[in-house]
């Protein structure tokens, strides 16, 4: 069991650019879940899937970000035309989701994203 | 926006001490979570306890929930330099998400 890993660690972008964050989840796991942490505050749920299917989105999420879960192993986090206040770190987490039972969250180590 | 709020903001004791965080929060949850975050490990999940609970252990965390007065405390005894870190508590929303607080600073001066 290798962890959750999220690629790359750090991104530098300009203001406009694209950028696409990759997160590979615990193999087992079925279910796979973006967060966004700005410095001094908490992880902020953005979307989960369960599988390959999307089944939530926050409001924070807005037209400019995507994700995807294409074969249900791992995501990709797109953000088009970022903004400097997309600067954050973007959290994935996976989990074992079993009927009825609490689940614990396994988090990969963040992408950092600066946009100047 | 966040769910809770933890108290203090920022502790720092020395090694050995115990530390104690707080929690409140606004909604019905099903659990709640305890997890630390460090620069060299990320953020790790510590503790859960359902909302049928009132108190569970893990080596050194105890953790307490009061539901009527939708809080919670984690309990760090005889802390050491390694446990400084962020803590932060998260409630488990109907819809299958965490939703978590502000964190609390923790500082164990050796």
């Known amino acids: 069991d290798t962890g959750v890993s999220q690629d790359p660690r750090h991104k530098i972008t300009k203001r406009g650019q694209n950028v696409t964050f990759r997160c590979d989840p615990i193999?087992?796991?079925?279910?796979l879940y973006w967060y966004r942490q700005t410095l001094g505050q908490g992880p902020e749920f953005l979307t989960y899937f369960q599988n390959e299917a999307q089944l939530e989105k926050s409001r924070l999420l807005s037209d400019r970000f995507s994700a995807e879960r294409p074969k249900g192993s791992f995501s990709t986090l797109e953000i088009q035309r970022t903004e400097q206040g997309d600067s954050a770190m973007y959290l994935c987490?996976?989990?074992?989701?079993?009927?009825?039972?609490?689940?614990?969250?396994?988090f990969g180590p963040g992408t950092r994203l600066l946009v100047l | 926006s966040q769910q809770g709020e933890e108290d203090p903001q920022a502790l720092s004791i020395q090694e050995g001490e115990n530390a104690t965080m707080n929690c409140s929060y606004k909604?019905?949850?099903?659990?709640l979570q305890w997890y630390r975050q460090n620069s060299g490990r990320g953020l790790v999940h510590l503790i859960l306890i359902r909302s049928n609970e009132r108190e569970k252990h893990s080596g050194r965390l105890r953790v307490t929930l009061d539901t009527s007065k939708k809080s919670s405390s984690l309990l760090i005894t005889a802390s050491r330099a390694a446990d400084t870190a962020s803590y932060f508590c998260?409630?488990?929303?109907?819809?299958?998400?965490?939703?978590f607080g502000a964190g609390t600073i923790l500082r164990v001066k050796s």
């Open positions: 193999s087992e796991h079925n279910r």
């Open positions: 987490a996976s989990s074992l989701a079993l009927a009825g039972g609490p689940e614990t969250q396994y």
């Open positions: 998260a409630t488990w929303q109907y819809g299958n998400k965490l939703v």
């Open positions: 909604t019905s949850i099903n659990n």
